[in-house]
Every structure is written in structure tokens, then in C-alpha cells.
């Protein structure tokens, strides 16, 4: 299996990092206003916890494994 390149692996990061900084904003902003489509805020919930992982999965990639 192919070792991921760190720097594109970080770059990711700073991509999913930010689609999360945007989801937890726009979530915010919508549970505020209560008339907002619930439906659309547990979706928009679970992006956010998908892109969480994914960044966790990201961050455990760029730590060398240490030998046995």
C-alpha cells in the first residue's frame, strides 16, 4: 500500500478543517432561527461528523509508525 505524500495529506486537512469550521457555523446560524428545516440541520450535522473523522483518519496518517 502506497504511504499517502504528507503534503497532500495536509492539504486535505486544510480543506476538511475549513468545510467544518463552515458547517458548525451555517448550523448555528440556522438553529437560531427556528423556522429553519430541521431535516436539513441533522443532514448538515452528519456531514460535519463525517468530515470530524476524516480529519481524525487525515491526522493519524501523517504519524510515522513506529517499528516493532
Known amino acids: 500500500m502506497d504511504t ?8 486535505r ?9 463552515e458547517l458548525d457555523a451555517e448550523i448555528s446560524r440556522r438553529v437560531i432561527d427556528l423556522a429553519q428545516d430541521e431535516l436539513t440541520i441533522k443532514r ?3 456531514r ?3 468530515l470530524k473523522d476524516c480529519i481524525a ?3 493519524s496518517a501523517l504519524i510515522p509508525d513506529e517499528p516493532a
Open 4 to 11: 499517502p505524500d504528507p503534503a497532500t495529506v495536509v492539504e
Open 13 to 21: 486537512l486544510h480543506a476538511l478543517r475549513a468545510e467544518h469550521r
Open 44 to 46: 448538515m450535522k452528519k
Open 48 to 50: 460535519k461528523l463525517q
Open 57 to 59: 483518519r487525515l491526522e
